[in-house]
């Protein structure tokens, strides 16, 4: 069993320990380390508690241990003034098929190579049985810390529960899991979702629509869906059950927009359906740019002109939504930094593993374009 001091894992305060005295030099390269059972006795634990301390920092390349001979100080003083040399960091995103994901990978890139880790690249593609078998395997191979672009399920990932269990440090980026305790990096989704209908009220627009698939496990559209009703509440804005439509069936992501034929019809069929319902609406929030983007084309279809007759605005301004006609208006993720800030919590995360459990919110931005106009109907 585990043992906890002040609600830490007590092979951790072990761990920090020892690790500072070497950072520090009190305990110099070659140096004999104290027998397992000193170390317990020191701390008031058992000698599992310590081996389990000892291991972690074997893992570092900061001990040595010889049978017979004991534990000590490791020589190289390469290992001692890097811990980080070879020590790899495994990234689990759903896929590479788009920039979104590929700026995130740069942006952790960019931090973790500045400190000599070496990074691996998995892909789940968005498969929970494959995210899965990635991480157990990475727990296997006793790398040192994770970064997941977790995938899109009904369900956790039992996996995930394992990363808790053995301490293995691990940074969810762009969303988390609620009801774990998991660190993570992503967009102030609720601040997005209440600036970009504040912009609309703003333009004199009363009534809004929003569009988006089911949340399943994603914070980040839950998020986005409680900014909207957020800024509906404090702007004083009537809310029409007809205007929402948070069930919309759609298999792309943003990491995977290929779709079949039938695949497009069937939402667009959907979009018409919701439309032909919502006629008074004079805006509309789509929770992701693709959805944006088959609006703007069965509004065309219908008739109504995007940007002019019906505002539009998505989320995320992904590559494609500068080109649309009108142009899409989209809050913007910022995947660069989300990548960066990810690296340096789980950096903090090795370093520290006692570090409480942190969720990082990077600001939203609204990048107005064509789609959006003031409000030409009275309200």
């Not at 609600?7 to 070659?30: H, M, T, V």
């Not at 990978?105 to 899965?132: A, C, F, P, R, W």
């Not at 374009?369 to 309200?379: A, D, M, P, V």
């Amino acid at each position: 069993m585990t043992e906890y001091m002040n609600g830490s894992p007590q092979y951790l305060k072990i761990y920090d320990d020892i690790r500072k005295k070497i950072k520090d030099g009190r305990l110099a390269p070659g140096m004999k380390l104290s027998t397992e059972q000193e170390i317990a006795t020191q701390f008031g634990v058992s000698r599992p508690t310590v081996r389990q301390a000892l291991l972690e920092l074997e893992r570092e390349g900061l001990l040595e241990r010889y049978r017979g001979k004991g534990t000590f100080i490791t020589n190289s003083e390469q290992k001692s003034s890097d811990p980080h040399a070879n020590v790899t960091i495994g990234i689990i995103v759903p896929r590479l098929a788009d920039i979104f994901i590929g700026k995130i990978i740069t942006g952790v890139q960019e931090v973790l190579e500045k400190k000599g880790y070496t990074i691996s690249v998995h892909l789940t593609n968005d498969n929970i049985e494959k995210e899965q078998e990635i991480i157990e395997s990475l727990i296997e191979r006793q790398v040192e810390g994770l970064i997941i672009h977790p995938t899109a399920a009904s369900m956790y990932n039992p996996a995930i529960f394992k990363l808790i269990e053995k301490h293995i440090p691990f940074v969810m980026t762009g969303r988390y899991y609620k009801y774990a305790p998991c660190n993570s990096v992503e967009m102030d989704n609720r601040k997005g979702a209440y600036e970009a209908v504040q912009y609309l009220y703003e333009k004199g627009h009363r009534k809004i629509g929003l569009v988006s698939k089911p949340s399943l496990t994603k914070t980040s559209i839950e998020h986005r869906i409680e900014g909207f009703f957020q800024a509906c509440r404090d702007l004083d804005i009537p809310v029409h059950l007809k205007n929402i439509f948070l069930d919309l069936v759609d298999t792309r992501s943003l990491y995977w927009a290929e779709q079949t034929t039938e695949e497009k019809t069937f939402v667009h069929n959907q979009i018409h359906e919701y439309l032909a319902a919502a006629k008074d609406v004079t805006a509309i929030i789509a929770l992701n740019d693709l959805i944006a983007a088959d609006l703007i084309h069965v509004l065309e279809e219908l008739g109504r002109k995007p940007g002019v007759d019906i505002s539009v605005i998505g989320f995320d301004n992904v590559n494609f939504a500068n080109q649309l006609k009108p142009p899409l208006a989209s809050v913007e993720t910022p995947t660069f930094e989300l990548g960066r800030k990810a690296a340096e919590l789980l950096i903090q995360l090795i370093s520290d593993r006692s570090h409480p459990v942190e969720h990082i919110l990077l600001p939203s931005k609204l990048v107005v374009r064509g789609s959006i106009s003031e409000c030409s109907t009275l309200q």
